[in-house]
């Protein structure tokens, strides 16, 4: 499954999952490297993404948590047939410290360490690291308005709680 978004930008920890389809048959066909790269908005070139990440592989009996990274943005193809905690990761990295705006993602497979290569894929993402505003404008305990602090001294009470809560987001990235 898959949900279809709209003005929906990102920021924070990026998780570049492969196409489990694609990803076999790189790996069949002897598709061991990878590099990845990344081109900013109004950049001419890509530059390497070089970054390190963590992700869990079952042993048989338990989760061990193994670490990986890359040397000027190449890594190594682990083996689809393993089972991982994300499955088909191919790189994490934070985006903080990347200009908000269009990026565009490049991942070239190679075969063993030579310069043969499958076709190079590019994914295109909007990067905003800056957070929307939200706001609690009121809570109504029933009918009755109260502060934020009278929550902890309610008690149980079976009329709830409800919120007026404000969001806005000066580049409109709120879905």
């Known amino acids: ?10 920021g924070g920890t990026l998780n570049l999952i492969g196409n489990r389809a694609k990803i076999q048959n790189l790996y069949t066909a002897g598709h061991r490297k990878y590099n990845v790269s990344i081109k900013g908005p109004g950049a001419s070139a ?20 193994r670490s990986f990274s890359g040397i000027a943005g ?24 990347f200009d908000n705006g269009l990026h565009t993602i490049k991942l ?18 909007y990067i ?3 957070l929307p505003e939200v706001n609690i404008v009121k809570i109504k305990h029933g009918s009755t308005e109260i502060s934020t602090c009278a929550i902890e001294q309610l008690g149980a009470k079976p009329d709830g709680l409800n919120f007026e809560i404000s969001a806005s987001d000066a580049e409109g990235n709120l879905l």
């Open 128 to 130: 905003d690291n800056h």
């Open 46 to 65: 890509f530059t390497p993404l070089v970054t390190a990440w963590a992700n869990y592989v079952w042993d048989g009996t338990d989760y061990e948590l």
């Open 108 to 125: 070239t497979f190679y075969v063993g360490n030579t310069s043969v290569v499958a076709e190079a894929q590019e994914l295109q993402l």
């Open 1 to 10: 499954y898959y949900v279809a978004v709209t003005k929906a930008a990102f």
């Open 74 to 97: 190449n890594y190594t193809l682990e083996n689809p047939a393993v089972d991982y905690s994300i499955d088909d990761l191919l790189i994490q990295f934070p985006t903080q410290g």
